[in-house]
């Protein structure tokens, strides 16, 4: 695993003014959400991704309910204020706290503070974690309809994106089985309007 430099190009330690992007930077606008990969896996199988992540101060920023079937993570907050919801239990975390999540259990995380929040978290294994996050925040950031969270609101697009990522992320709320069978009568229709899972132009 290839440790990463902290520090933006520009010197600053996190972009600052229009979407910024390069190999170790991601940002989501309408989701409020900025990335720094700071850690890849050498074998994504095995080895595990670490990033660094910034979240706008509105309590709307963060991803909706989900599960990682075959992923542990964890956050650690290093400024603001993070909310979690684990399991059904709601938990607020300061500066210096960390919280771990077991593959397979449902949460979301949000900014439960006032300021600017800053996390260092984590995947593991990384899977295809990276790609992922670079596909759906390339597609925010160049204006396509997402959710606060910054998920495509087309379904049909985002049935091809799961069907081509189901070993890493499912949306609570709905049994996984029930999911899958949905994924796949749409993802085939999806393919024929012209949506695919490549999306080359947001990988570095």
């Known amino acids: 695993m290839t440790p990463r430099d902290p520090q933006a190009p520009d010197g600053h330690d996190r972009p600052t003014g229009t979407p910024y992007v390069d190999d170790d930077w991601v940002t989501s606008p309408p989701a409020g959400k900025t990335v720094l990969f700071t850690e890849r896996p050498d074998d994504p199988d095995r080895d595990p991704l670490r990033f660094e992540m910034w979240l706008d101060a509105d309590g709307s920023h963060g991803p909706m309910r989900h599960v990682h079937p075959e992923q542990d993570e964890f ?37 439960a503070g006032s300021t600017e929040l800053h ?76 949506y695919d899972d490549e999306y080359r132009e947001y990988r570095p």
């Open 119 to 194: 996390l260092r978290g984590g995947v593991d294994p990384g899977l295809r974690t990276e790609q992922f996050m670079r596909i759906t925040y390339g597609l925010a950031r160049d204006g396509d309809p997402v959710t606060p969270s910054g998920m495509p609101l087309n379904l049909l697009r985002v049935a091809v994106l799961l069907a081509e990522f189901d070993d890493m992320l499912y949306l609570a709320g709905a049994p996984v089985p029930l999911q899958r069978v949905g994924v796949e009568l749409a993802a085939p229709v999806g393919r024929v309007l012209g």
């Open 75 to 111: 956050f650690e907050v290093v400024a603001g204020r993070l909310g979690v919801f684990h399991e059904g239990t709601t938990t607020e975390y300061e500066p210096g706290e960390r919280v771990e999540i077991p593959a397979g259990d449902e949460h979301r995380f949000w900014n």
